[in-house]
């Protein structure tokens, strides 16, 4: 069975410092891993996608997240915060190549950027 | 190109009525999705259907939930009757293919407030 786990519910960090949203995730297959951002009122929009390539993974705006398999992680990074970040964020689990991927959701990370 | 159009936007009933989304997922994307997002959670994904066909339906509550895609385009979710934890923000997600490392697209959401 698969999960996904975001270990912060609420980040919050100052503008111009680094960002860290962490998640950990378990897979019977090879996964595909996502990142997704929930601007409010607005709908998800894929950040950056890991699927079997290289394990460093460049998104949009700036973010970023590395692949540990030894971890079972897929941490999200972002080296200096804008206030236009600020936003919930999703980490997503998908097994590969089934047809019938299941796709998981974690429960999210609100990200909070101070002046 | 448009992208994932969704209506209404905003729906309110009273609990044991019944009440429907509807959805139209980018042109020529075979694959959609039905999440339900509640307040505070990540998406839990209802129904997966590749053009016509169900590809999973695991967790849509079938005593109460249906959803169909008679032509492969255009999509329907209905809840009846509506319960009070059925409070929630139902979200259309499409993408080109099945498989699980494609990048999904979705609409901005229907939020439902059953009273």
């Known amino acids: 069975a698969q999960s996904v786990t975001q270990l912060d519910s609420h980040v919050s960090v100052s503008e111009g410092t680094p960002v860290l949203l962490r998640c950990n995730y378990s897979?019977?297959?090879?996964?595909?891993l996502f990142w997704y951002v929930q601007h409010p009122n607005k709908g998800l929009q894929l950040l950056l996608k890991y699927t079997s390539a290289a394990t460093l993974v460049k998104g949009i705006n700036g973010f970023e997240a590395e692949f540990k398999k030894s971890e079972t992680s897929f941490h999200l990074t972002k080296p200096s915060a804008h206030m236009s970040d600020a936003a919930e964020y999703f980490c997503?689990?998908?097994?590969?190549?089934?047809?019938?991927?299941?796709?998981?959701f974690g429960s999210g990370t609100r990200l909070s950027i101070r002046p | 190109e448009a992208g994932v159009a969704q209506s209404p936007r905003y729906k309110i009933i009273e609990k044991r009525q019944s009440v429907a989304f509807w959805c139209n997922p980018i042109s020529g994307h075979a694959t959609l999705y039905w999440y339900q997002q509640i307040l505070g959670q990540g998406p839990k994904l209802l129904i997966q259907f590749q053009n016509n066909g169900v590809v999973d339906d695991s967790q849509l509550p079938k005593d109460r939930f249906s959803a169909e895609r008679l032509k492969g385009v255009d999509s329907t979710l209905k809840i009846q009757p509506a319960k009070l934890e059925d409070s929630a923000v139902y979200l259309c997600?499409?993408?080109?293919?099945?498989?699980?490392?494609?990048?999904?697209?979705f609409g901005p959401g229907t939020r439902l407030t059953v009273l």
């Open positions: 997600a499409s993408s080109s293919r099945t498989s699980g490392n494609n990048e999904q697209f």
């Open positions: 997503v689990v998908s097994d590969r190549p089934s047809s019938a991927s299941k796709i998981i």
């Open positions: 897979s019977s297959y090879s996964p595909s």
